[in-house]
Nanobody, 112 residues
């Protein structure tokens, strides 16, 4: 059974940084993609960044140059390093594994 546990969210001032983690249980981590999505109040969930099993990445235009997605296969963990955070980055952030399994979400609030 696959389970995802996210961590690292919190309150940060504009311009600050956070690193989100997504730990995945199961034995097939290495071959599947993992994505970070976010959902702000009243908005649809949107893709933020995605990394394939082979390490290829893609980003939403709104976060290019500020966010970096990475993965540590031996640890079965993916990360989202978020720099130069803006108030509009405020949302619940979710990880998604193998384009199917969702984590429970972690709140990111960017405010002064």
């Amino acid at each position: 059974q696959v389970q995802l546990v996210e961590s690292g969210g919190g309150l940060v001032q504009p311009g600050g940084s956070l690193r989100l983690s997504c730990a995945v249980s199961g034995n097939i981590f290495i071959i599947h993609a993992l994505g970070w999505y976010r959902q702000a109040p009243g908005e649809q969930r949107e893709l933020v960044a995605r990394i394939s099993g082979g390490g290829s990445t893609n980003y939403a235009d709104s976060v290019k140059g500020r966010f970096t997605i990475s993965r540590d296969n031996p640890k079965k963990t993916a990360y989202l390093q978020m720099n130069s955070l803006k108030p509009e980055d405020t949302a619940v952030y979710y990880c998604k594994f193998a384009d199917y399994y969702w984590g429970q979400g972690t709140q990111v609030t960017v405010s002064s």
